[in-house]
Nanobody, 121 residues
Framework: QVQLVESGGGLVQAGGSLRLSCAASGHTFSTSALGWLRQAPRKEREFVAAITRSGAYYTDSVKGRFNIFLNTAKNTVYLQMNFLKPEDTAVYYC????????????????WGQGTQVTVSS
């Protein structure tokens, strides 16, 4: 059984930084895509970033500000978020899928519990 446990959310002022962590277990990640999606109030869940053996992928609004990286020894994926903006406020979810395209669409079987990120102006 795949389990994804997130941590690291919180409240930060605009321009600040946060690092999210997602500890994964119960799965072999060598052929999978691990990533983050977020959902703001009254909005659809949207793709943020993902990482595969081929590289990292980001939605345009976070390019240059967010960095996703993987610690394979700890089976943990991180999302370093810098220069945060109020529009980054959302619940962030970690997820995994065999296909990056499917992960980006949010059609995933496994999700973390979500962690709240709030950016004040």
């Amino acid at each position: 059984q795949v389990q994804l446990v997130e941590s690291g959310g919180g409240l930060v002022q605009a321009g600040g930084s946060l690092r999210l962590s997602c500890a994964a277990s119960g799965h072999t990640f060598s052929t999978s895509a691990l990533g983050w999606l977020r959902q703001a109030p009254r909005k659809e869940r949207e793709f943020v970033a993902a990482i595969t053996r081929s590289g990292a992928y980001y939605t345009d609004s976070v390019k240059g500000r967010f960095n996703i990286f993987l610690n394979t020894a700890k089976n943990t994926v991180y999302l370093q978020m810098n220069f945060l903006k109020p529009e980054d406020t959302a619940v962030y979810y970690c997820s995994i899928n065999e296909a990056i395209s499917t992960l980006m669409l949010g059609k995933n079987d496994y999700w973390g519990q979500g962690t709240q990120v709030t950016v004040s102006s």
